[in-house]
């Protein structure tokens, strides 16, 4: 869906977006080969600060304090995430980025604070949703578990941030007293058709033979790579003779992501990160059933059969009303939330005891404020 849809489709996976990549088309090994290099070089240096000053308590107020190695954490996610997506936060942001995720640490334990238990139990439900969801996306739980892995964080820990963050949404959103009707939800959907357009689809099959390393993520030695472009194109001809493509993707690719599936990935429009531009132009030109030559990516060799392809159109409302209620909520919510939060701020006490991080939050609270309506 286009740009703007994210408003509704991001609801359910809200906190788990940013703390893993997407995989809802990209190869699992463009995540595991790609991430754990990247991650290393951002999650060193925080342990061995760590090792060396110590941790040391950068927030607190009434009731809670914040260290150094929460925000760590945090940064290490947003970090790794990105790289697997082949970007990076610039380094002009880096402080801006850091005081953002500060003003989220320290409001999520505001809100906790006064959370119900059936908040608790909202939050629950979310995150099994969020974790269901993460799994189907990932293929099979030996390709999420290398996804955490690859992050530096086990899937409790994940489920433990998650679970913080879904409760204090939901606080908030009791808090506020926000609430969506269905007729407002239905009004926005008729007046924003542009908002509900899916773009052309394709679904494909897959062979992959990495040229990386797993565990480094370097390039394998040349022979190596040279007995890889051997057996690909082997197995091309075998399935261009006839054989089947998805038992072939069972016994030899390794995508640990699909490769359980017959090498079947979800569906996935132009412009997926984390899907190679070479893999997305063969996919979308492919016509179906029609298997592909040998691509050749950053992260190996592919075949590609394609098995079906969806034409754009505009999504039904019955399809979208849950979520793009909780997303008006949510938006709602965003408009009342800075006023309710500074009072909590205020009442708790908090203060933010390092002075560049101060001003790295005061920073971000101003660009927040700034920030044109509906971003």
Known sequence: MKIKMKRVLSVALAAAWMVLPQANAATANTLTNATPADTGTHANPDATMTALFGDPVIAKGNGFEIKQSQLDQVMVGLKAAAAARGQAIPPEQMNLVEGQ??????????????????????????????????LQRAGSQEALDLQFKALGMSGDELRGR??????????????????????????????????????EMVHVRHIVLNTMDPTTGQPLPADQQALKRKQIDDLLKRARKGEDFAKLATQYSEDPGSKEKGGELNAFPRGTPGVPPEFEATAFNLNTNQISDVITTQYGYHIIQLLDKTPAKKVDYATVADN?????IQEKAGKLAPAYVDNLEKTAGVEITDADLKAAAAEATAAAANAPAGN
Not at 110 to 115: D, T
Not at 324 to 328: E, H, Q, S
């Open 101 to 134: 995720m500060l003003n989220q640490l320290i409001q999520i334990q505001l809100l906790l604070q006064k959370a119900t238990d059936a908040d608790r139990a909202q939050g629950k439900k979310l995150v099994d949703l969020q974790m269901a969801t993460l």
């Open 162 to 199: 998650l679970m913080q963050e879904s409760t204090a949404r939901t606080t908030l959103e009791r808090e506020l007293g926000v609430t969506v009707t269905d007729d407002e939800a239905k009004k926005f959907y008729s007046d924003h058709p542009d908002e509900f357009e899916q773009p």
């Open 324 to 328: 793009l209620k909780k997303a008006l």
